[in-house]
């Protein structure tokens, strides 16, 4: 069999300074573990539009559909804030994500225990939180027809319109209950199936899907404004939530916040299984560019580093893996190493993003 193969995409800004981290990463599990990777690197963004004057080359586009998962670093950046909407660097994302048709977007919340205090909320509610926001991502009410600004008598009417098929209420079902059996083993569905029929369908259909095809996964429904409240009290109640395109824009932001800073935040954003059964994928932090700390050193790699431990866990079943990645990050936190946008106590002194990826490596070592 052929090793798994990875596109990394570096991009711009802070985005090649982490992903430099990640391949130390990636290179330990070769030399330490015997997982090899076949990995190829490429453009994107405004260095993608440097070169060849668009964001995404199509034979990048090529290359990110045969591979098992690509890895994202960043895109944009105040260089090319004045090009034309059709090749600002963000296009480039955008093309990946709809050729691919990305249409689950996972966003854990995950608290270390060292950076506990660094929530707005008490410690010991984000005290070893660990849940997973499923987001269906390529339909719902930011795509829904017919939408726009329209005369109606003597004024103006705004309409969007929430709209989801039995299909594709049916195929985030299925990410979710796919990706909790490789966690707690435990769904949550959120809509307002009190108030709108669009969330009646989604109930019926993703009990139906539980029901035929994952009755050994635990699954609850709620609905969304409960969910919100739920998240701030007790959030460690969830291990998957599933939800649609629009309330899982703003509930996960919000269950982010419970763990604290930007750089610590991983995302992954999943198609349908290819050929060999793995989904489409993509990896990337949920941060931007970052221009304001680019070529300084300061750059958090951790959000990166944890997107890749997604990918060991979520394309290439390598849970266990995963888990190690994030033991590591959980060790060096607990050593007390920051990068700047941990820094929250007297004293402490900042180390960089190289020193931060080889205290990881360090750690990975320790483990075996
Ligand atoms: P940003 O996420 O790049 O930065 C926001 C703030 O967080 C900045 O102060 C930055 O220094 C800090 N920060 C972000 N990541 C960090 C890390 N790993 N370590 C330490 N500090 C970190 O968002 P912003 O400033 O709104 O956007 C900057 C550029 O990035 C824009 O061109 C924007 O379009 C692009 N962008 C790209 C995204 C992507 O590629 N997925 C997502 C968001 C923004
Ligand atoms: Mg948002």
């Given at each position: 069999m052929s090793n798994p193969s990875l596109l990394i995409l570096p991009g711009d800004g802070i985005g090649p300074e982490v992903m430099t981290e990640v391949v130390k990463i990636i290179d330990w599990f070769g030399a330490k573990?015997?997982?090899a990777f076949d990995v190829s690197t490429d453009l994107v963004g405004g260095a993608a539009y440097d070169k060849h004057g668009t964001p995404l080359h199509d034979d990048t586009m090529a290359r990110a559909q045969e591979v098992d998962a690509v890895l994202l670093g960043a895109v944009g950046g105040p260089r090319y804030d004045d090009l034309d909407f059709s090749v600002k660097p963000e296009r480039g994302l955008l093309r990946l994500r709809k050729e691919m048709d990305l249409f689950a977007n996972l966003r854990p919340a995950q608290c270390f225990d060292a950076l506990a205090?660094?929530?707005?909320?008490k410690k010991d509610i984000v005290a070893g939180l660990d849940i997973m926001i499923v987001r269906e991502l390529t339909s719902g009410v930011y795509f829904g027809e017919p939408r726009g600004i329209f005369k109606e008598g003597n004024e103006r009417v705004g309409i969007n319109t929430q709209r989801y098929t039995e299909s594709e209420i049916d195929r985030i079902a299925r990410a979710a209950f796919e990706l909790a059996r490789k966690r707690g083993n435990k769904v949550c569905s959120m809509e307002k199936a009190n108030v709108m029929e669009s969330g009646i369908l989604w109930r019926e259909v993703v009990q139906k899907v539980h029901d035929e095809d994952y009755a050994d996964v635990e699954l609850s429904h709620m609905y969304a404004d409960n969910g919100a409240m739920q998240l701030v009290r007790?959030?460690?109640?969830?291990d998957v939530i599933v939800t649609d395109n629009l309330f899982g824009d703003v509930l996960s932001d919000c269950a982010a916040m419970l763990t604290g800073s930007l750089g610590m935040l991983p995302s992954a954003s999943l198609g349908a299984p290819m050929a060999n059964g793995r989904p489409k994928a993509m990896y990337e932090p949920v941060h931007g560019s970052a221009p304001d700390i680019t070529g300084q050193g300061k750059a958090n790699p951790i959000a990166c580093i944890l997107s890749f431990a997604m990918a060991l866990r979520y394309s290439f079943d390598l849970g266990d893996e995963a888990t190690r990645v994030e033991k590591a990050v959980e060790k060096v936190l607990a050593d007390g190493l920051r990068t700047a946008d941990l820094l929250g106590h007297e004293g402490e002194t900042p180390i960089s993003t190289t020193e931060m990826g080889d205290a990881i490596v360090a750690a990975l070592d320790a483990s075996l």
């Open positions: 573990r015997g997982i205090d660094f929530s707005s909320l007790a959030p460690k109640q969830f």
